[in-house]
């Protein structure tokens, strides 16, 4: 009796395992369907796992072409959406409610070259920054500005943006609002809004020095002029011309500059023959006390013809120069001017043997104001805007204009000229 009840017990328990396995088997191909998004074909499975079963892998196969549709509607629409926003000239960047990239147009991967192929990827993983981030979850409260400046940066480059973010309903019709942002690249203003500030702080401060100096001493001399020693009063009053003089150079250089710059910097060309230029130049300079301890040379190449250039600029740019080797090198240097002929211009070079620029320097040296040793130019009357202003003439005539410099072993001005201007 017990061995029959123990092979019934064995028989059911051997139909129950294989049916559990069954369901186990079925239930996983189902979930695989599902993850697959394709339709589940229980055809294949036993029919043994009942109504139930066929109706759970009915109403599941429902879900998936249900979900598949949507899915392609959506994509369509998104399709359709970036076609639209694509050639839009403001970026635009929309994420689901999860913050996962689901339109990027052209134009945002030109500011963030970096930011190829980030549909559905995590935002904090493709765009660092906090501040982003921050405008993200504001715009999802509701309580973001309508416009938010952002920098972005990568390394030692800064990448300003101009933001503007707003909800959007999900065109997937899922829980959760989508994000649209419209962003639009400010870094150019940004960083002229910094060269503005940079310039009014350092023309005020040049110009507040010498003028303070003057105050100074004009107030001591209407104060004690009476009872003071005419040596002193010479000293004081040719302190205050010295002062009076940098307060004019700087003016000048800077009334120069701004007329380089505007759209009408007065360039009168005309044909020029650069040998006389140059001659004439250094002429001048072995006539004036300034250059009587330097040695001053030149030599030109005689196929450097004539060239359509503004004279009077131009001999400001080898000024400039000239100045520049005569003011930071000492008494003996040898100052060489050389005029030669290159395939599409003539290049010149302004060379002195003089103590050179140190090479973290030579990078910032055409900048305005940009001096190397502050103490020594403002000593020799410099004003810092020589070479910005060589720089501007050069550009004008369509040339560019370089140094090279070794410490201890001297300074290269070079400028190329092209053989045929552009107007
Ligand atoms: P500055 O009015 O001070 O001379 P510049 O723009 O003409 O202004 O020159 C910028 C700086 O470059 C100078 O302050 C000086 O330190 C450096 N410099 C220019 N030319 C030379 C040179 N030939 N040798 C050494 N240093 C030079």
Not at 10 to 33: P, W
Not at 53 to 72: F, K, M, V
Request: charged share 25%.
């Amino acid at each position: 009796m017990f061995i029959l009840i123990a092979l019934v017990l064995a028989v059911g328990l051997g139909v129950a395992l294989k049916k559990l396995r069954d369901y186990r088997r079925a239930i996983r191909s189902l979930v695989l369907s599902a993850d697959a998004k394709e339709p589940f074909l229980h055809e294949d499975e036993p029919a043994s796992l009942g109504v139930d079963w066929d109706q759970l892998c009915a109403r599941t196969n429902e879900l998936i072409t249900e979900n598949n549709r949507l899915n392609q509607l959506r994509f369509g629409q998104l399709m359709q959406l970036e076609a639209t926003l694509g050639s839009l000239q403001e970026a635009v960047l929309i994420v689901d409610a999860n913050n996962y990239i689901l339109l990027a147009n052209r134009a945002l991967q030109a500011i963030f070259p970096r930011a190829q192929n980030i549909l559905k990827q995590r935002l904090e993983l493709v765009l660092h920054s906090r501040d982003f981030l921050a405008y993200v979850d504001a715009v999802r409260a509701s309580r973001a500005e309508p416009q938010h400046e952002i920098e972005f940066v990568d390394g030692t480059q800064s990448t300003w943006i101009e933001m503007t973010g707003a909800l959007i309903p999900p065109l997937d019709g899922a829980k959760g609002s989508w994000a649209l942002f419209v962003l639009h690249d400010i870094t150019k203003q940004k960083k002229l809004e910094g060269v503005r500030k940079d310039f009014v702080a350092n023309v005020s401060h040049e110009l507040r020095t010498p003028l303070s100096i003057i105050k100074g001493y004009i107030e001591t001399l209407v104060d004690g002029h009476r009872d003071m020693p005419i040596a002193d009063r010479e000293r004081f009053l040719l302190t205050i011309q010295r002062h009076t003089d940098r307060l004019n150079s700087l003016l000048e250089d800077l009334l120069t500059l701004s007329r380089l710059e505007s759209i009408y910097p007065g360039l009168r060309r005309e044909s020029t023959s650069l040998a006389s230029l140059i001659t004439g130049l250094v002429d001048d300079y072995h006539a004036r006390p300034a250059a009587a301890g330097h040695q001053l040379a030149f030599s030109i190449d005689p196929a450097v013809g004539n060239l359509l250039l503004d004279p009077l600029k131009i001999t400001q740019v080898f000024e400039n120069l000239v100045d520049n080797a005569l003011k930071y090198t000492p008494k003996g240097t040898h100052i060489d001017l050389s005029a030669r002929l290159r395939e599409h211009a003539v290049e010149v070079c302004v060379r002195d043997n003089g103590p050179g620029i140190p090479a973290e320097d030579l990078p910032h040296i055409f900048e305005r104001f940009y001096r190397v040793d502050k103490g020594r130019s403002r000593e020799k009357g410099g004003t810092g805007l020589g070479l910005s202003i060589v720089k501007h003439i050069v550009q004008l005539h369509g040339g560019r204009v370089w140094v090279e410099s070794a410490l201890g072993q001297g300074t290269a001005f070079y400028l190329s000229l092209p053989l045929r201007a552009k107007d």
